[in-house]
């Protein structure tokens, strides 16, 4: 594919993907792993403190950073004028920014009372967001080719496997966004649109010099990154059941 | 004389669910207070404009407003409850198939749908915390519109009282099916998540 992401000069224009979430870790280096296949990778970014994605764009011409807080309906408008004035489609959406804990509590019967403001802050973020995504940017994904959606979500949000006793609010999150997919997978994928849900495994955080806070056992954002680029480019067999997949190719119980 | 907490009384399952409650002599309330042996959250609420499907401009707050409602507000009850709660301690919510992520067929309204799926994990971790304080759970679906509230009711009585088993009388394998939460509707089916 020729590459020609100003859309001038009469080539193809390049394959289009928006990446939330991407000023570090797992996004990031989503958007590095499709920048490398000769995507065009819109990349959200709302830290100031951070210029992990400058030097990726600076790296690769194919990245265009756009300030995008998933949370703000006028911020998802103006990255979808941007991507219809340079692309004019979308096809791939990688819907990935979360909000991953903070101070707030929010255990039932806790030590502490549960901070609601907080939960519906990270609802807000972390499970409505990708539906509002879709929803604005519906007739950009309409023009796109792939019509693929792909959603971090995670192994917490399973309900079948749920073991933890407190700390409700980033679970519940997920658990939301699943069903929130469910509900987008039972309205569009008649329409022809495929749909990844993906669990990244527990990562290890970059911080801002681009160095990692380790954790044990821990895997690497970009190694998980790559995987799930290479879940998401290729096509599955049973692109007509949703399924919640790890970075090993395994499935997870709802 | 034990008490009952129903959060609002104003449907004909939750009038019919409390009639029998008081039938067996339960005192009912519509406020926290201390000495509840069951709390009984009715909640199902819709937002004027979450009803839209993905194109047709899905409305944040109204979704915001759906998880404030359906979510926030009874858990700010059951909180202010839980210490004063005795007995069974039984805790019990509604919901419904259209928050089952395996089930749902549903396109339209996200913002309820998606905030009562929070509410079931939500249910799912909190057993896990509170069940060895003694409390325990129930999630119903009444099957609203498709069966009668009076049946529905007894449906619901009858899951909500009965205790489930333990094997700690037969070979002490530490089988408990209290800790396995669920969602069963009116017919007696469990749903799946
Ligand atoms: N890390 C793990 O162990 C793990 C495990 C399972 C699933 N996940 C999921 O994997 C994804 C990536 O995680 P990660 O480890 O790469 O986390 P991360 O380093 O915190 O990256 C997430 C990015 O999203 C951004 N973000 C937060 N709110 C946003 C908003 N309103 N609009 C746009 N961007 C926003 C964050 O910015 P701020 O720093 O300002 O918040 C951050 O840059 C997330 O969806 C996460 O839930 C992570």
Redo the contacts between chains.
Sequence with gaps: MVVNPEGKGGSVPARTALVTGADRGFGLFAARELAQRGWLVFAGRVLENYDLLDRLAAEYPLVRPLRLDV?K?DDIMRAGEEIAHVSGRLDVLFSNAALMGGPGAS???GEE??D?GA??RD??VN??AG??L??RL??LLEKGEMKRLHFTSSEI?S??L?????S?RY???K??????V???F???RPRGYTFRLYQPGGMNQVLPDGSYMRKTKAVDPAESAACAVAQLLADRVDEDRLALIDYHGREL?? | MGKVYISSLETPFAEKLAALFEKDGYKICTVPEPGIEYFIDVTDEEVPGDDRKAGEGIDADAAAEAYRKNVCEPLARLSEALPGMVGRKRICFLNSVKSSINLSTETSGYGHNMSRAALNLILVLSKNGLAEKGYTFRLFDPLAGTVPPGLAAHSAMGYFTRDRFADDEWDGLGRNDELNLVVRDALGRELPW
């Design positions: 949370s309906t255990t039932l019967g009372p549960i609601f939960l519906e609802f807000r499970s409505m539906i509002l879709v929803d519906l007739p949000s309900l079948r749920m073991t933890r006793t407190g409700m679970a519940m999150t658990t939301a966004l699943n069903l929130g469910r509900m987008l039972n309205d569009l119980s709802f």
